[in-house]
């Protein structure tokens, strides 16, 4: 059944991944060490990264829990694809070290027992950045290993003093250098010499923030990256401060757009000052993208259930409806992995994916099947004014959250999850791309309405300004334009009805959240 429902997944989702220059990526996460402390996330971040990087349009090199001959090959085989490449990019969750202002990666099976092992058991950082030079236009380095490594603790000890003074806490600054091209972007997870933190979820808080804004529209990586700084300096409560040295002859955009700015609604607009304009249907871009984010969750979807169950039939379904997929060379290594040495696919023949004659297969549906996090929302890019919209919409779909005013307490959580339980969702609290998208639709109607009432109100207010202006020297008028405004005016009892019976208290009611 699962092979049978993914099939058909995969006719209603077609790969939209656009046609771009020549990108090519290395992507690598080594967290299962075995000589020194494992790390929980850099395995979960590779594999994100990887599939953000495909939607992107990147021929991805990608890898989890490398032996140093595994890095090696790795390596050797961007360095062929990399080259006159447009962007070639470097992602690397790990362990690492700094000795004499050089940094190293470091291999799973990497033991440093002294200073002939960094020659033998890690790789040079300045080793893939040349591979990465050979007539290529622009160089992406991110490099997530500023972790605590007690590798480089036990090698400073059997160094000595005189010696050990080479060595230093995190990584060392990477000086960019002119090669050709039209410049480079290095980014670490935190400032040279700093340690970063792991953090509690799967990803850390690096990555999460880079994955989260790595493909916004029409967004230089410039400011990619000052998002992503900031994003981190909050989440680890100012404890780390990712570092970036960009230089580049002009902007660089990953996911650009042709999309012409300045005709969002209010949830996709680009300052706090946009104004609600009324609109009978999302644009042809506003829902393209929508769709898109739907067709990357569903997708994600299917991986994780074929991953949880880890079997090689449905790694097989999934790369069978996504042979190209964003997992696809993932799915490939779990099989190898299962159907090679001591571990064989299970299959438990009682629960097997097996569809039954004259069975009904349901698609799973993203809005139900994957719950809201911080991180889908925070992935949303929503400013203060979209903010609002949503809690305008909360407030019209019969959830009160008070007077919409951007800021998510409380008040706005608990009617997002009272929301999520009407409809049938977990209640998290937290909204992802494909539930907002169903919150939208069914406020459609009543928004529309409620757009243009505001609307009708301030183009009511700014004419009654410009009158009290124009006859501001005639006292018997002033006091005529009084009395009647204070029969109705901007705000006359019908439309205070109207708003009052649509809104529900949106334009009044509690501020707290």
Known sequence: MFKRMIAVLAIVIAGTAPALAKRVALVIGNGAYEHTVPLPNPANDAELMAAKLRGLGFEVVAGKDQSYNDMRRSVMDFAKKAYGAEIALLFYAGHG??????????????????????????????????????????????????????????????????????????????????TGGEGSVIAFATSPGDVALDGEGQNSPFTSALIRHIDTPNTSIQTVMTRVTGDVYDETEKRQRPWVNASLIGEVFLNKRADAPGTEVASLGNTATTTPQAQAAPSAAATATAQSTIAWEREKLIWETAKSSNTVADYEAYLSAYPNGLFADFARNSIKRLTTGSQVAAVNP???????????????????????????????????????????????????????????????????????????????GFFTAAQYSLLTTQTATQYTAYVAEVKRKRQAAAAASRSTTTTRRSPTTTTQRRTNNNGGGAINPAGAAFIGGVVGGIIGGAIGR
Request: charged letters at 20%.
């Open 97 to 178: 070290m700094q000795v004499g202002g050089q940094n190293l990666l470091v291999p799973i099976d990497a033991r440093i027992e002294d200073e002939t092992s960094l020659d033998f058991e890690t790789i040079s950082v300045d080793f893939i950045m040349r591979q990465m030079s050979k007539d290529v236009k622009v160089q992406m380095v991110f490099l997530d290993a500023c972790r605590d490594n007690p590798l480089a603790r036990t090698l400073a000890r059997r160094m000595g003093p005189s010696r050990s003074a080479n060595m230093g806490s995190g990584l060392a600054e990477i000086k960019v250098q002119e």
């Open 350 to 428: 009682a629960t097997a994916n097996v569809a039954q004659p004259g069975a009904t297969t349901s698609l799973p549906d993203p809005q139900k099947a994957i719950p809201g996090t911080a991180q889908t929302e925070a992935a949303l890019g929503w400013n203060r004014t979209a903010r609002r919209e949503v809690q305008t919409r909360l407030n019209l779909a019969g959830h009160n959250v008070g007077r919409p005013d951007g800021a998510f307490g409380p008040k706005t959580r608990g009617g997002v999850s009272a929301w999520q339980t009407a409809n049938g969702i977990t209640p998290t």
